[in-house]
Each structure stands twice: as C-alpha cells, then as structure tokens.
C-alpha cells in the first residue's frame, strides 16, 4: 500500500544523512538526482515534494552508486510517500500502485513493458506500405539525432554542475 502523504522532516533528515555519508557537495548530490541546484535545493528545504519518478530515480542512484545507503534511500522514498515500510524492497505492484497515485499522474495510466510496446510497433509496422515505412524510418532517424542531442546537452550540463558551475539558463 502506498502513503499518500510525505514527512518533510523525516524527507530532509534522509537527505542530509546520505549527503553526509556519501561525502557529497549540493551540487553533486543534484547531479545524482538529474536534477538543478535550485530545484535540489528545494527539496533539501522541503518546500515541495519531488514527483515519485524523481525519488525513484534518486533512490536506485543512490543504491547503484552507494549500496551501503541502500537504507537510506528506502527512506527517502518512505518519506516522500511513496515508499513502503517493509524491510524488503518494493514489489512492482507495489511499485506501479505507487507510481499511479503520484500527484503528476492520473491513476489510470498504466504502464506497458518495452516487449509490449515493441510488439504493438511491428503490428504496425506489418500493416504499412513500403513507402510508408521508409518515411516512418527517416522520421526515427530524425528523432534519434533530435534525442542524442539532448543527451549530449544534458551530459554537457551534468558535467558543468559536478564542476560546481550555475546551471546553463540557455
């Protein structure tokens, strides 16, 4: 069962505790997060609860980068609501039910695996004309190299924060 509501002290202490133990500046620990300075900083103060992806993805960084804080990114997710308070990881029930109640989201959405959606695509893609799917092709093509670079922007940024360099306001 998810929380519905967030413990902003218990969120802060989370925060301030991995920070401490991981020996990371704000701006590292924003970089962690994918997240600004300011909107970091936010979060540190509390004044306004990151959506579940955001934590989620903190958290699972947290624990790739720093298994022995395993714990304290199972409290974080705990103290923004959508954790769980078992010792254990979350199920992916639980997981989605959490997902689905976030604030960003409606309910309803339900999320599909990559094996679906690629099923549903070549479906598709079986019932186009040639012509139909080389210009389906070309226009991937162009949202790739669209999507690289916004990577390679991002990955330019992430490196400008771990520098302790202002995020970019371009």
Known sequence: MHITTWDRDAFQRALAQISERA?????????????SRSQF???TRAENRPTYDAVAGLAAAITRRYPELADLARELLEAAGYGHLSSGPP?????????????????SEV???????QDEINKILARMSPEERAQWERDMAEEDARL???????????????????????
Do not use: C
């Open 23 to 35: 020996h990371l500046s704000q701006a590292e620990f924003a970089a962690l997060a994918g997240r």
């Open 41 to 43: 900083n936010r979060w």
């Open 91 to 107: 199920s992916h029930e639980d997981a989605a039910e959490a997902k689905a109640a976030a604030p960003h989201r409606p309910a």
């Open 111 to 117: 999320m599909r695996t990559v094996k679906e959606i």
């Open 148 to 170: 690289e670079l916004i990577r390679q922007r991002r990955r330019l940024e992430w490196a400008r924060l771990m520098r302790g360099d202002p995020p970019n306001e371009d």
